[in-house]
């Protein structure tokens, strides 16, 4: 079956279809219902099956591939390298779920995970998953504030962490944080559980903290069978990155995102059982959730735990991990490959890398010289997937696994099936069905399986957030604005809040990025709209160059910002062009790699940044500060 027919299907009968997809995983009772949508945009999936997300990862593994990798971890942190096998991961989960359970937590309380990334953080994920207990994963990079504020949304009755985690060889201490985000928070958790990984001294709060090793030493043995769930029953809570404002508990369920991770790791991951899977997410991440944790091992696929820096011991580590494990798929970010290519392109020739099939990239625009260098450099094919937290798994991307399928540079390709993608008008609502209009990306109900069910503990926020902002239907909106060409390949062309407003002219600022990108010497560049008394707003860019030689003194600069300028008229016109274009050395991101747009934005209107425990490094933007100042 080609891919249109396999997509249409998914659509138009989407009852037949999903009921296949969900024979890709264990039941205990097989669902009575397929879609529930009674209840917009409130779909439930598989209601009236029960089954474990656990079990699937695990469990039913064992008859076949016991002996076989499930989880290796790799740190090039402090030098520790493990492979578990399925049947030493499903003891070291029930020996989690066994000391969970003796901490009082069963089916429906919420556990937070605030931790590095080691084994006992995947132990405790599925730990809670096979107890029924919903997990709560905070990023270790978080802050008291960031991580006291999800302590109070989440309300968990366990707290799993670490005495430290560790950057670049550098450690950073985890338990005061916690401690400080647990005195600043209404809620307090019953009991903390604390990885002693001996990086950090820690103190232990009498009656609440409790020592892993010494509680997981009684249950060597202990069996802990898996609780069988409602198909409907919550799975986990997740905030998204926060790149646009106050993050969102974004809530899933167990059997439809059992059955969408089942679905693609085949038809999109291209993943087989016994074979390697890699992805360099964090598990503090929706991609972490999604494809280190939960979909590798579903497929009976080895995954690896990488916690350590890209170039560290050097540029080749990644390549190196590859060549031993044999990795077949990859998983990164557009982020993590322009580091790469800041270094020695020697690093990508060094190791053999036959067993890879193809590098997967998401999480942001891929830019084209960014694509090309990592393609040209493995020689397999780049697989941009555009998708959210709250999708759980790819919207836009080719399904390699139906259909060989050509990607396009800058697409991140089709609506993958169950999916019902439309470009629609801001302010209208009109459906957009021309070649190269320019509309906002929504989603028509039923949202597919593995698709957020509601914002946790809030339908309102949900329903008023994602389905109520086109006028006159109900939608689900991404933000983000996008195209589609004559072949259905759709391009993302920046969120629906970078848009600026110059003289009466809309722009998106990606646009102009694009643009300017395409002067020689721009490695990468970022553009905000700041307010203005005459134009409303103006854009203000700042870039990265490749060839810093070009900025010897002030003539030089002024001479790189007219050139950028002209490039910008050249191809957009002279509304869009800067008004000023700075240069800096790094720019400022989210730890995902994500900009921090907003938070350049309020820097150049001389407001407070607001919220930025996420940034991956604060001088970035004093940097801009600085240069506002100047
Ligand atoms: P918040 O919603 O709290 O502001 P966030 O949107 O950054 O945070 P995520 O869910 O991690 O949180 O990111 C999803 C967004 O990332 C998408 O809506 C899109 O803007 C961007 N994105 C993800 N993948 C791609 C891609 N392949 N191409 C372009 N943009 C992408
Ligand atoms: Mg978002």
Same mark, same amino acid.
């Given at each position: 079956?080609? &891919?249109?027919?396999?997509?249409?299907?998914?659509?138009?009968?989407?009852?037949?279809?999903?009921?296949?997809?969900?024979?890709?995983?264990?039941?205990?009772?097989?669902?009575?219902?397929?879609?529930?949508?009674?209840?917009?945009?409130?779909? =439930?999936?598989?209601?009236?099956?029960?089954?474990?997300?656990?079990?699937?990862?695990?469990? =039913?593994?064992?008859?076949?591939?016991?002996?076989?990798?499930?989880?290796?971890? /790799?740190?090039?942190?402090?030098?520790?390298?493990?492979?578990?096998?399925?049947?030493?991961?499903?003891?070291?989960?029930?020996?989690?779920?066994?000391v969970l359970?003796t901490l009082g937590v069963?089916?429906?309380?919420?556990v937070l995970v605030y931790m590095?990334?080691?084994?006992?953080?995947?132990?405790?994920?599925?730990?809670?998953?096979?107890?029924?207990?919903?997990?709560?994963? /905070?990023?270790?990079?978080?802050?008291s504030?960031?991580l006291a504020?999800?302590i109070e949304?989440?309300t968990p009755k366990v707290v799993v962490s670490a005495d430290a985690?560790?950057?670049?060889?550098? /450690?950073?201490p985890y338990k005061p944080l916690l401690d400080e985000s647990i005195r600043l928070s209404q809620h307090k958790p019953g009991a903390v559980l604390l990885v002693d990984r001996?990086?950090a001294p820690m103190e232990k709060v009498a009656g609440r903290d409790h020592d892993w090793a010494t509680l @997981?030493?009684?249950?060597?043995?202990?069996? /802990?069978?898996?609780?069988?769930?409602?198909?409907?029953?919550?799975?986990?809570?997740?905030?998204?990155?926060?790149?646009?404002?106050?993050?969102?508990?974004?809530?899933?369920?167990?059997?439809?995102?059992?059955? *969408?991770?089942?679905?693609?790791?085949?038809?999109?991951?291209?993943?087989?059982?016994?074979?390697? &899977?890699?992805?360099?997410?964090?598990?503090?991440?929706?991609?972490?959730?999604?494809?280190?944790?939960?979909?590798?091992?579903?497929?009976?696929?080895?995954?690896?735990?990488?916690?350590?820096? #890209?170039?560290?011991?050097?540029?080749?580590?990644?390549?190196?991990?590859?060549?031993?494990?044999?990795? *077949?798929?990859?998983?990164?970010?557009?982020?993590?490959?322009?580091?790469?290519?800041?270094?020695?392109?020697?690093?990508?020739?060094?190791?053999?890398?036959?067993?890879?099939?193809?590098?997967?990239?998401?999480?942001?625009?891929?830019?084209?010289?960014?694509?090309? %260098?990592?393609?040209?450099?493995?020689?397999?094919?780049?697989?941009?997937? &555009? %998708?959210?937290?709250?999708?759980?798994?790819?919207?836009?991307?080719?399904?390699?696994?139906?259909?060989?399928?050509?990607?396009?540079?800058? $697409?991140?390709?089709? #609506?993958?099936?169950?999916?019902?993608?439309?470009?629609?008008?801001?302010?209208?609502?009109?459906?957009?069905?021309?070649?190269?209009?320019?509309?906002?990306?929504?989603?028509?109900?039923?949202?597919?399986?593995?698709?957020?069910?509601?914002?946790?503990?809030?339908?309102? =926020?949900?329903?008023?957030?994602?389905?109520?902002?086109?006028?006159?239907?109900?939608?689900?909106?991404?933000?983000?604005?996008?195209?589609?060409?004559?072949?259905?390949?759709?391009?993302?062309?920046?969120?629906?809040?970078?848009?600026?407003?110059?003289?009466?002219?809309?722009?998106?600022?990606?646009?102009?990025?694009?643009?300017?990108?395409?002067?020689?010497?721009?490695?990468?560049? @970022?553009?905000?709209?700041?307010?203005? #008394?005459?134009?409303?707003?103006?854009?203000?860019?700042?870039?990265?160059?490749?060839?810093? $030689? @070009?900025?010897?003194?002030?003539?030089? =600069?002024?001479?790189?910002?007219?050139?950028?300028?002209?490039?910008?008229?050249?191809?957009?016109?002279?509304?869009?062009?800067?008004?000023?274009?700075?240069?800096?050395?790094?720019?400022?991101?989210?730890?995902?790699?994500?900009?921090?747009?907003?938070?350049?934005?309020?820097?150049?209107?001389?407001?407070?940044?607001?919220?930025?425990?996420?940034?991956?490094?604060? @001088?970035?933007?004093?940097?801009?500060?600085?240069?506002?100042?100047?």
């Amino acid at each position: 079956m080609g &891919y249109a027919d396999f997509y249409r299907r998914s659509i138009e009968d989407r009852d037949a279809f999903w009921a296949e997809q969900a024979k890709l995983v264990d039941w205990e009772t097989p669902p009575a219902t397929i879609c529930d949508a009674s209840r917009p945009p409130f779909y =439930r999936w598989f209601a009236g099956g029960r089954t474990n997300l656990c079990h699937n990862a695990v469990d =039913r593994h064992l008859a076949q591939r016991a002996d076989q990798a499930a989880l290796i971890y /790799v740190s090039t942190e402090t030098g520790q390298e493990k492979v578990y096998t399925f049947r030493e991961l499903h003891a070291e989960v029930q020996r989690m779920a066994a000391v969970l359970a003796t901490l009082g937590v069963g089916r429906g309380d919420r556990v937070l995970v605030y931790m590095p990334m080691i084994p006992e953080a995947v132990f405790a994920m599925l730990a809670c998953a096979r107890l029924g207990a919903i997990h709560s994963v /905070v990023f270790g990079g978080f802050a008291s504030v960031s991580l006291a504020s999800r302590i109070e949304d989440a309300t968990p009755k366990v707290v799993v962490s670490a005495d430290a985690g560790s950057r670049g060889g550098k /450690v950073v201490p985890y338990k005061p944080l916690l401690d400080e985000s647990i005195r600043l928070s209404q809620h307090k958790p019953g009991a903390v559980l604390l990885v002693d990984r001996k990086l950090a001294p820690m103190e232990k709060v009498a009656g609440r903290d409790h020592d892993w090793a010494t509680l @997981a030493d009684r249950h060597q043995r202990t069996q /802990v069978p898996c609780a069988w769930l409602d198909a409907t029953d919550i799975s986990y809570t997740l905030y998204t990155s926060g790149t646009t404002g106050r993050p969102k508990g974004v809530q899933r369920d167990v059997g439809g995102y059992a059955v *969408a991770l089942a679905a693609s790791m085949k038809h999109i991951f291209l993943g087989k059982p016994g074979e390697t &899977y890699f992805s360099t997410s964090d598990i503090g991440w929706v991609v972490g959730h999604s494809y280190i944790v939960y979909g590798p091992l579903i497929a009976g696929m080895a995954t690896i735990l990488y916690e350590g820096l #890209p170039i560290r011991p050097d540029a080749g580590i990644w390549w190196n991990l590859v060549e031993k494990y044999k990795v *077949a798929s990859m998983f990164s970010a557009p982020t993590a490959v322009r580091v790469l290519k800041k270094q020695d392109p020697a690093f990508l020739k060094k190791h053999d890398l036959s067993s890879l099939k193809a590098l997967f990239l998401a999480g942001e625009p891929l830019d084209e010289p960014t694509a090309r %260098w990592i393609s040209d450099g493995l020689g397999v094919p780049i697989i941009d997937n &555009y %998708w959210q937290t709250e999708s759980g798994w790819p919207i836009l991307t080719v399904a390699n696994g139906i259909e060989k399928k050509a990607s396009k540079f800058g $697409s991140p390709g089709v #609506p993958m099936y169950g999916f019902d993608v439309r470009l629609v008008h801001e302010s209208t609502g009109e459906e957009l069905t021309g070649a190269g209009q320019k509309g906002v990306v929504v989603l028509e109900g039923p949202t597919p399986p593995g698709f957020m069910q509601t914002v946790w503990r809030d339908d309102e =926020r949900f329903v008023q957030t994602y389905w109520s902002s086109i006028p006159g239907r109900q939608v689900y909106s991404t933000f983000d604005w996008g195209i589609r060409d004559e072949d259905g390949y759709f391009y993302i062309l920046g969120r629906t809040d970078d848009v600026i407003n110059v003289a009466g002219h809309r722009l998106g600022t990606r646009e102009i990025e694009e643009s300017i990108s395409g002067h020689p010497n721009i490695a990468e560049v @970022a553009v905000v709209g700041v307010a203005d #008394p005459l134009k409303g707003q103006v854009a203000m860019a700042f870039a990265v160059v490749k060839d810093a $030689s @070009a900025l010897v003194d002030d003539k030089a =600069r002024l001479k790189l910002e007219g050139e950028v300028m002209k490039v910008v008229d050249d191809t957009l016109g002279a509304v869009a062009r800067p008004a000023r274009v700075r240069f800096v050395t790094v720019l400022p991101k989210t730890r995902s790699g994500k900009l921090l747009r907003r938070a350049i934005q309020a820097v150049c209107e001389g407001r407070d940044p607001g919220d930025l425990t996420t940034i991956e490094d604060p @001088a970035a933007l004093q940097q801009i500060k600085d240069l506002v100042a100047s």
